[in-house]
């Protein structure tokens, strides 16, 4: 039976249910496959923190939102065209997302009076009346399933919990995905549970039938694949990409990676990714601590590794000492802070970018760190290799700051050519660098490289360069601990000197139209939203220019001369205005700062009517 | 070229106080390094913060002064990836106990290659006397007018408890001691704690002076040696078994020489080096045990550390485009 074909140019599709339920899963399995068709995707995963709070309840609810289309997309859009409710929690926990008109797949079988109860709901919504202005499916999916599955040998439960599977089934139907990936996800899943695999092909399998042969769906929809750069691509997420980059900056600098860490939400996907690659010589050491995961990274950056300390932004405040001993011995470290929402434990899952101002000015004294932040999933690779090559380059910790939704959303990556990535080699010290009036010659662990102010990364066990350094005051130059004014206010200025001169690229402003007065300045994963505000203000006749920081110590050179272009400069943020207060401190530059800390992304409408407005009023 | 003491001495000025015990264990180690056989540029020293913990600038080998309670984390990142290089920690009692007490008991239940001395003289001495976790009870200091309340750690206690494979006490002004004290632990494979009685003459002197003071020591003091029976070393009482099981202290020509139990720092079973470490009275000193209370044989984390990745690289090295491209992918011409 065929049915009617619709062509969409991009779908918003949200999968909620319980945290049990297999939302993520079905939300990663739906992407990959609409990735691998060649449909332009970006995802947002929204989760709670609890690991299974209380089932039906509204903090219980999973989601995971995915944007596809035939075109360049940076977000995972803003409202969804489709929402799979596996439980009234789900519909409850959602409904204020979903424009009119919108398809709502709900599962009856979990619209029972105790669920509904639960969520405060006095009938249910789905025969009230009250979404008469959706296009709403009701689908026992919980009793289709078991029912497709009762010639197998598993229990009930086993058979209920493969109700994802036949949601998977229903929507890879519904938008012609390609179904051969899924089920080689499932073979290698469930490899060792032969009866589960077979359940879940079926489940799988049934949910597609039932939406060739249902009438409750009359048309098929087909998105087609977006253009995008020749190439190889896959699927990628943020956490994976970042330890994808610090492998690779490894290779490339030919060193081996130290990985110093403690378990934090939600970075712990590094240390978990980074801990199954030693045959790349990735050293992976899950420290007692925070403060030792740091350690135990700047005992090996002392001993030669490329070493680095993963964490979130409670980790980052216990190990700000000693980033301030790494600032002082000066030797390279890659500190990662996937920001999430804050202060003290705040919101584990979600995402924030209030962390800057942590990362910039964090310690005691004048201990300047660079700063580099990722712009979406892919873009996580390259952040982490620029982390490395500041690192190694200049000898100073490197804040590598990521974000929940950079580290957990995902996107169609263009796979780089090795041979592409840059030559990250560095070279230790070998000999004495110093000759004294005598002739005699000594190694000095302080003396600079005149051009990029490092010291030597000199390591243990190289004869003839026995040395000390530690945390108090030295020397310039000869390295001995010095409490001399002079020396002391040198050595800072140096230190601000040795960071102030790291050579990062110009900024680059996008302003197609080319008469734009207002810029939109962002950085990390404001990128999408703000891309996509700028392309709905354009396509509106609105012209408005988009510039987005990589570095946000040092800012590239050009800075100042791009923000005196334009009239007015907007920031938005997901915090209270940090990346605006040091833009308005170090340019004198009155910028209007935009900010919500929801622990959600922006959506793309939302600034774009911010971007109208201040457009109206220059 | 054979190497002695003047080797591993720096041209940098000492800054401890005069009298500090600190001059004695440095000039005990620095005359016991060339034992160790090693090229002074595999050798490093790395501290916490506190008057001990400048010893690695007096130290002519690598060396890292870091932050305080921290050196036990710093050097178990140096001593995991560099197993070539001989790390040693230098810490004190609050150092190690107070503000670095978990990078202690962790870095002790690992068994990563570190050898820790840990120099205690029950005072706070770079913050200017303050009491110490091994202060004793009622000790008054400056933030303690009225005498301390806390009960204090014994370090070789809590070592043990930690699941320390090496843990041994010495006093910094028995040089011999120390020397033999400090060869032992060099030749233990994974961490060995050393407790170093070490004197403050400024702050809290004379400590340590009933042990030292040659006309008490023998009948305060028992040296754990193996295969000897556990005496003071004057010979006149002994450890023996309790009735309940515990450890108790008899007359020796009460009981017999046979009835004293013989020190065995290779038992597996810590409970009897446990009991040892308890024995003595933390405010007069009276039978305290010093050498080396334990020493078995552990696989040390860096070797199974190492072998992990061995093991993961018998089958190949990664190849860095084939990890990148995954095997989920497809092509856009």
Not at chain 1, 392 to 413: I, M
Not at chain 2, 163 to 171: L, P, W, Y
Request: glycine letters at 8%; charged letters at 20%; one cysteine or more.
């Amino acid at each position: 039976m065929s049915k009617q074909v619709v062509q969409l140019s991009r779908v918003i599709i949200r999968f909620a249910g319980d945290s049990g339920d297999g939302m993520q899963l079905t939300g990663d399995q739906f992407t990959s496959r609409t990735a691998w068709f060649g449909n332009d995707v970006a995802t947002l995963p929204d989760f709670p923190a609890e690991i299974r709070a209380p089932a039906g309840t509204i903090p219980g609810v999973s989601a995971f939102q995915l944007h596809f289309a035939d075109h360049d997309i940076t977000t995972a859009g803003d409202t969804p065209n489709v929402l799979v409710a596996m439980n009234p929690a789900a519909l409850k926990a959602n409904m204020r997302d979903l424009p009119r008109g919108a398809d709502i797949i709900v599962n009856t079988d979990e619209f029972t009076p105790r669920n509904l109860a639960k969520v405060g709901y006095a009938a249910s919504p789905v025969d009230d009346g009250s979404l008469e202005s959706y296009s709403v499916h009701p689908i026992p999916l919980t009793s289709l399933t078991v029912e497709a599955l009762r010639s197998f040998d598993i229990t009930k439960k086993e058979a209920e919990r493969a109700k994802n599977m036949f949601a998977l089934g229903l929507l890879s139907w519904l938008y012609h995905r390609p179904t051969e990936g899924t089920l080689t996800f499932l073979k290698q899943k469930f490899a060792k549970k032969p009866q589960i695999l077979a359940a879940n092909i079926a489940a799988f399998e049934a949910g597609w039938s039932f939406g060739e042969t249902t009438e409750d769906f009359s048309v098929q929809y087909e998105v087609q694949p977006a253009p995008m750069l020749a190439g190889r691509y896959r699927n990628i997420h943020g956490n994976l990409a970042l330890s994808y980059g610090l492998i690779a900056a490894a290779q490339r600098a030919e060193l081996p990676l130290f990985l110093g860490s403690y378990p934090i939400t939600p970075a712990s996907d590094i240390l978990h990714e980074l801990s199954k690659h030693k045959k790349f010589d990735v050293m992976t050491f899950q420290a007692e601590d925070e403060i030792a995961g740091v350690g135990s990274a700047i005992g090996a950056a002392y001993g030669g590794m490329l070493a680095v300390t993963t964490t979130s932004g409670p980790g980052v405040a216990l190990k700000s000492e000693a980033i301030g001993l790494a600032v002082s011995l000066e030797l390279p470290l890659v500190i990662v802070d996937v920001q999430r929402g804050g202060p003290s434990t705040g919101l584990p899952t979600k995402t924030e970018q209030a962390d800057l101002l942590q990362a910039m000015f964090g310690r005691n004294g004048e201990a300047p760190v660079p700063i580099v932040a990722p712009r979406s999933p892919g873009d996580c690779f390259d952040a982490a290799i620029e982390a490395v090559r500041i690192a190694t380059t200049y000898r100073t910790p490197v804040f590598l700051l990521s974000d929940g939704y950079v580290a957990n959303g995902s996107e169609p990556w263009r796979i780089p050519d090795v041979d592409s990535l840059p030559d990250l080699r560095v070279a230790f010290a070998t000999e004495h660098n110093h000759t004294n009036d005598d002739g005699s010659t000594e190694f000095w662990p302080f003396q600079r490289d005149p051009e990029t102010l490092a010291r030597p990364w000199a390591v243990p066990g190289t004869k003839g360069l026995e040395h000390r350094i530690g945390g108090i005051e030295k020397a310039d130059g000869i390295g001995n601990i010095s409490y001399d004014p002079d020396n002391h206010d040198r050595m800072t200025r140096l230190r601000q000197a040795k960071v102030d001169g790291i050579t990062v690229p110009d900024l680059e402003v996008a302003d197609p139209d080319g008469d734009a007065r207002v810029l939109m300045l962002g950085w990390g994963s404001t990128y999408g939203p703000i891309n996509a505000a700028c392309e709905i203000a354009r396509r509106s006749g609105v012209s408005v220019a988009q510039a987005h920081l990589r570095h946000l110590n040092p800012f590239p050179a050009n800075t100042a001369e791009v923000l005196r272009r334009y009239d007015k400069v907007v920031i938005p943020e997901m915090n209270l205005g940090q990346l605006a207060l040091l833009i308005r401190g170090r340019y004198l530059v009155d910028a209007i700062s935009y900010n919500q800390v929801r622990g959600l992304p922006f959506k793309g409408e939302e600034l774009a009517g911010v971007i109208k407005d201040v457009v109206a009023s220059v | 070229m054979k190497q002695s003491a003047k080797d591993f001495k720096t041209d940098q000025e000492v800054r401890w106080c005069p009298g500090c015990g600190d001059y004695a264990i440095l000039a005990g180690v620095q005359s016991f390094m060339p034992e160790l056989g090693l090229a002074k540029e595999n050798i490093v020293w790395i501290s916490g913060i506190g008057c001990s913990s400048r010893f690695p600038y007096y130290m002519n080998t690598f060396g890292m002064h870091s932050i305080h309670g921290r050196a036990p984390a710093i050097a178990s990142g140096l001593a995991i990836t560099r197993p070539d290089l001989s790390v040693w920690v230098v810490t004190g009692d609050g150092d190690a106990l107070s503000i670095g007490g978990n990078h202690l008991i962790h870095a002790l239940r690992r068994n990563v290659n570190l050898k820790i001395l840990l120099f205690n003289n029950r005072i706070y001495g770079l913050t200017k006397g303050q009491y110490s976790p091994t202060s004793e009870v009622g000790k008054v200091t400056k933030s303690t007018p009225m005498g301390s309340l806390d009960h204090p750690f014994n370090p070789v206690s809590l070592a043990i408890g930690a699941e320390a494979s090496f843990v041994a006490r010495t006093i910094d002004s028995d040089r011999k001691h120390l020397t033999e004290t400090l060869r032992r632990a060099a030749l233990h494979e994974g961490t060995a704690l050393v407790e170093i009685y070490q004197n403050c003459n400024i702050f809290n002197d004379g400590a340590w002076d009933p042990l030292k003071d040659s006309e008490h020591r023998d009948s305060l003091m028992f040296r754990l040696e193996d295969g000897q029976p556990i005496t003071l070393v004057d010979g006149s009482r002994g450890v023996v078994r309790a009735a309940n099981g515990s450890l108790e202290i008899a007359d020796v020509a009460e009981v017999g020489i046979e009835s004293v139990l013989v020190h065995d720092s290779r038992n597996p079973d810590p409970a009897v080096a446990f009991a040892l470490s308890h024995l003595s009275d933390s405010v007069t000193l009276a039978d305290t045990p010093i050498g080396v209370f334990r020493d078995v044989p552990r696989a040390s984390y860096d070797s199974a550390f190492h072998a992990q990745i061995e093991s993961a690289k018998a089958g190949g090295r990664g190849d860095l485009g084939s990890l990148l491209a995954g095997n989920d992918t497809w092509e856009i011409a």
